[in-house]
């Protein structure tokens, strides 16, 4: 099996046991080790008092391509250290778009950068994510 076809099994099984990422309606676009494109639709129990997106909303599908992305390399991997940026409101309705960049990866840990863009190629929120690999293996 290739990396990438590994990284979707290992995705899957990921998936298929998270109900919060499946409560978020997350489309899963692309799946390779370090790497996760998600996909959703903010929709109207989503949003807060001021009428825009929780802002748990971008931390969750952030988080979850967090996952996604450092697991895929086929270690567990869990995040201990995490933070947001929201650099713009996100409306009922709009399509977010994660995109992941791997900063850095060692035997025991990960870094990450997870950008969450709206239609518009515009970046709505910064995450960070630091992640420790065990070592057991997914497979």
């Known amino acids: 099996m ?14 298929n046991n998270d109900p919060m990422s499946q409560w978020l309606g997350i489309e899963r676009i692309l ?11 903010v929709r109207q129990e ?11 909303i971008t931390y969750a599908l952030a988080d979850s391509a967090l996952a ?6 086929g270690l567990h991997a869990v995040s201990i250290e995490t933070s947001i940026s ?7 309705g709009e399509v977010l778009t ?3 960049e791997e900063i850095s990866l060692t035997k025991r840990t990960g870094i990450y950068l997870v950008s969450v863009n709206n239609e518009q190629d515009e ?6 994510g630091i992640v420790h690999r065990s070592e057991k293996s997914w497979l």
């Open 2 to 15: 290739s990396p990438n076809e590994v990284a979707r099994q290992i995705v899957d099984q990921m998936f």
């Open 31 to 41: 799946d390779e080790p370090g790497q996760s494109v998600l996909r959703l639709k």
């Open 46 to 56: 989503m949003l807060n008092g001021f009428g825009v997106a929780h802002g748990s």
């Open 68 to 73: 996604f992305a450092s697991n895929a390399h």
């Open 86 to 92: 929201h650099l713009k409101p996100v409306k009922l």
């Open 98 to 100: 994660t995109q992941v």
């Open 123 to 128: 970046r709505v929120a910064l995450f960070k």
